[in-house]
């Protein structure tokens, strides 16, 4: 029983392209996060949502746009995708904003 | 500006040994501190905390000290096994309400048999 689980594991596709990542947990969390790791291997928190409000906005492109349906879900919508935006997109969720994190096992996402 | 850094990209240990991971801060703000521990493939896996509170916490095999004056944190594993063989993630949280956490670069330990 996967606790975060997102998907695909794998994305490639072409510039200019939309493409959406989904995220969903089991956990029973209110506060979901988007984070990216570059290829200097950082990870950057992008969003947190908190039952379903918005409450961490990082300096993240317009091009990137979070929907979280439910406190169970946190989908990343991404427009007009550029070479960039290559990376490695992890979805993690916790209690109320408390610690731990708890991380799915990442989208890589590839942009030829 | 990175606020949290790991200068060490990587630290080779033999089996049994001891391991220490360091992590350097410049946010004094930070209230938390966090390791995570990443498996290729897989996503960062929650290893072990501490508060700012606090100068030392173990668990097992795993200790964790924070020096606040040096803004130095550092992990030690005893003894390392080759299971270990990890990336390692240090992280800091922003005293606040959000859960907004800061990450190191991490530091790839390979425990040799």
């Known amino acids: 029983d996967t606790a975060v689980s997102q998907t695909p594991k794998y994305l490639v596709t072409q510039m200019g392209n939309d493409k959406s990542i989904k995220c969903e947990q089991n956990l029973g969390h209110d506060t979901m996060y988007w984070y990216k790791q570059d290829s200097k291997k950082f990870l950057k928190i992008m969003f947190s949502?908190?039952?379903?409000?918005?409450?961490i906005n990082e300096t993240v492109p317009n091009r990137f746009s979070p929907k979280s349906p439910d406190k169970a879900h946190l989908n990343l919508h991404i427009n007009s995708l550029e070479l960039g935006d290559s990376a490695v997109y992890f979805c993690?969720?916790?209690?109320?904003?408390?610690?731990?994190?708890?991380f799915g096992d990442g989208t890589r996402l590839s942009i030829l | 500006d990175q606020q949290v850094k790991q200068n060490s990209p990587s630290l080779s240990v033999q089996e049994g040994r001891i391991s220490i991971l360091n992590c350097d801060y410049t946010n004094s703000m930070f209230d938390y501190f966090l390791w995570y521990k990443k498996y290729p493939a897989e996503g960062p896996t929650f290893l072990i905390s501490?508060?700012?509170?606090?100068d030392k916490n173990e668990d097992g095999r795993f200790t964790v000290f924070l020096n606040k004056s040096a803004k130095h944190l550092s992990l030690h594993i005893v003894p390392s096994q080759p299971g270990d063989s990890a990336v390692y993630f240090c992280a800091a949280r922003v005293y606040s309400n959000t859960g907004k956490l800061i990450f190191g670069q991490g530091t790839t330990l390979q425990v040799k048999p």
């Open positions: 501490i508060s700012s509170i606090k």
């Open positions: 949502y908190n039952n379903k409000e918005l409450i």
């Open positions: 993690a969720s916790s209690d109320q904003g408390n610690q731990p994190q708890h």
